[in-house]
């Protein structure tokens, strides 16, 4: 019975011991299986938050490519419609650029017609004589002469002589049925004395006016409808009235020859409207 008994402490002691060790095995390896798994578990952290930076990352890559992708498409647009504006500014140069030609061929045709004019003119009246003078100012020309040609002191009744110079004009003025002539008369600034008939300088201008009009109509064959008749009195001078002298040069008719404005000004309102449209 004793030796039961011992045999049975010897068998509890080893079994005793194989399991302590046994245990001691597993919990090694329990810790490491642990550590293993925490080790896991960081790697499986940080792979997430890389995961979901990336993401971020590649979303913002897609806003942006798709912003790109809009700004391509707006850029688009833009040069579609810049090249359309372009072309319309083109068009409209070459339309402007096409007006300015038209009327500047316009104002060239108008020059050479005046320049014609004025060799008619000094041609039929004569440029040796110091009392008839032809000029052109801005595309007009002037034919001026000196009241003694024309009237007597203070009359308003065309001499003989007068006629023959305007027998001169008005042949040129025939010529051009295109042309309209204005008639002025102009006085020095001596104070006319009233007669009852003619108050002042102002009536004597035009007086001598459209005496000199109804000559050209009247004896001259001059067409009325191209005739204006003017008085300016003496406020346009040509020199200063302190002389007799200047006086006499001031004292004169002047006959202003001129294409008819009217023409010019329907040339240039076509061309404007062809402009709008």
């Not at 079994?15 to 390896?29: D, G, M, N, Q, R």
């Not at 897609?62 to 072309?87: F, P, R, V, W």
């Not at 204005?182 to 005496?211: A, C, F, Q």
């Not at 007799?244 to 010019?264: G, S, W």
């Amino acid at each position: 019975m004793r030796k039961i008994v011992i045999a049975l402490s010897v068998l509890m002691a080893l079994t005793s011991c194989v399991s302590k060790k046994k245990y001691a095995e597993l919990e090694a390896k329990n810790k490491e299986t642990q550590d293993l798994l925490n080790s896991c578990t960081v790697k499986l952290n940080t792979c997430l938050e890389e995961k979901a930076g990336l993401a971020a990352t590649a979303d913002s890559y897609k806003q942006h490519n798709q912003d790109l992708i809009n700004s391509s498409k707006d850029l688009t647009i833009l040069t579609t419609k810049g090249a359309e504006n372009l072309e319309k500014s083109l068009e409209s140069l070459k339309e402007k650029d096409l007006k300015i030609s038209r009327l500047q061929d316009a104002l060239t045709k108008k020059d050479s017609v005046t320049l014609a004019l004025v060799t008619s003119l000094k041609g039929a009246v004569g440029i040796n004589d110091p009392d008839i003078e032809v000029n052109v100012e801005k595309g007009v020309v002037f034919i001026s002469i000196a009241d003694k040609l024309l009237f007597k002191s203070g009359s308003y009744e065309v001499s003989d002589k007068a006629k023959t110079v305007l027998a001169k004009v008005a042949k040129v003025v025939n010529d051009k049925p295109d042309f309209e002539c204005m008639v002025e008369g102009h006085t020095d600034n001596v104070p006319y004395k009233s007669n009852g008939i003619i108050l002042d300088n102002w009536d004597l201008s035009v007086k001598r006016s459209t005496s000199i009009v109804r000559v050209l109509t009247n004896d001259l064959g001059v067409n009325p409808a191209k005739l204006i008749a003017a008085g300016r009195s003496s406020y346009v001078p040509l020199v200063s009235n302190d002389t007799a002298e200047d006086k006499a040069r001031n004292r004169r008719t002047r006959i202003v020859v001129m294409p008819k404005i009217d023409q010019f000004y329907d040339m240039i309102e076509k061309e404007m409207k062809k402009q709008a449209k």
